[in-house]
Structure formats: C-alpha cells, structure tokens
C-alpha cells in the first residue's frame, strides 16, 4: 500500500511567529496537509515532570513542514503541537512524522 494511499485525513498546520503585545501567540498562514488523523487520551509526561493530556495524533509526510508549538486545525478543533517525532517503517526508512497534540483555546 503507498503511503498516500494511508493519508486519509486533511489537516491545516499553522506555524507560530511571534507573540502580540497582548503575549497572545500569532501564527502564520494556514498549509493543507494529508494525515492519518486519530484521537487519543493518552498522558504524556514533559521534561519539567508535569503531565499533560495527548487530545489527538497526526501522522504527516516526512517532508512537511511542522514544529513544536505550531497549531494544527482538524474538523474545527485548534490543537498545540507538543511534540513530534520521525516514525519509521519496517525497514528503517522514515515515511512519516507522528505529531503529538493537545487542544488549544483559539488566541
């Protein structure tokens, strides 16, 4: 099976710019992206010990251009990339980047 043929799902990945004087985060223009999109209620401990919740992953293209703290919007829902990591297949060649989210208040 090709690996377009698993990216079902459509999300719009936007990538944090700044911060406005108010310190509200602003994000770039919008991309379109084919995913495998799924939710999740998975906890994730972070390098200071805190948990949070996992709301969602995403898996993306290798060649998509995502970083932590950009925002991915799926069916209406905002989510914060928390984190990202390459996946590879059986045979070691990486052909998709698994995105953790949380939900995320529109800012």
């Not at 944090?16 to 108010?22: G, K």
């Not at 200071?48 to 829902?77: C, F, K, R, W």
């Not at 070691?92 to 989210?101: D, P, S």
Request: proline letters at 4%; glycine letters at 8%.
């Amino acid at each position: 099976m090709s690996v377009q043929a698993l990216l079902r799902q459509t999300i719009t990945v936007y990538g944090q710019t700044s911060y406005n004087a108010e310190g509200r985060e602003v994000v770039g223009a919008g991309v379109d992206v084919k995913c495998r999109f799924q939710e999740t209620t998975k906890q994730k401990m972070m390098p200071n010990g805190t948990t949070i919740s996992l709301d969602a992953l995403a898996y993306v293209p290798e060649d998509t251009d995502v970083e932590e703290d950009d925002h991915v919007e799926y069916q209406g829902t905002r989510y914060k990339v928390i984190g990202l990591y390459a996946t590879p297949n059986g045979i070691g060649e990486v052909e998709f980047i698994k995105l953790e989210l949380t939900e995320w208040p529109q800012t």
